[in-house]
């Protein structure tokens, strides 16, 4: 299992993990937004910054990294009417 899934399925806080790329594949763009939010509510609760963590950095980098090959991908097309 992933490990942020993982993390919220045993009530840990997810900052404590790190988040590799290969964790994120298979995830889609709204639940890869979503596991960025948590991290950062679960710093704003604990008082901490992202640049004092280097593991909480390097996974938000992963994330946004997921999110910007997601958004790169081309978007699927509908069929094409007939042409006359």
Excluded: C, W
């Amino acid at each position: 299992m992933k490990a942020a899934m993982v993390a919220v399925q045993t009530g840990r806080k997810i900052m404590s993990q790190f988040i590799a790329p290969n964790e994120l594949y298979g995830m889609n763009e709204q639940e890869l937004r979503a596991l960025r939010g948590r991290i950062m509510a679960d710093l704003r609760s604990m008082g901490q910054s992202v640049f004092l963590n280097p593991h909480i950095y390097a996974s938000l980098e992963n994330i946004d990294a997921a999110i910007q090959r997601l958004q790169q991908q081309p978007k699927p097309r509908g069929p094409k009417p007939p042409g006359f």
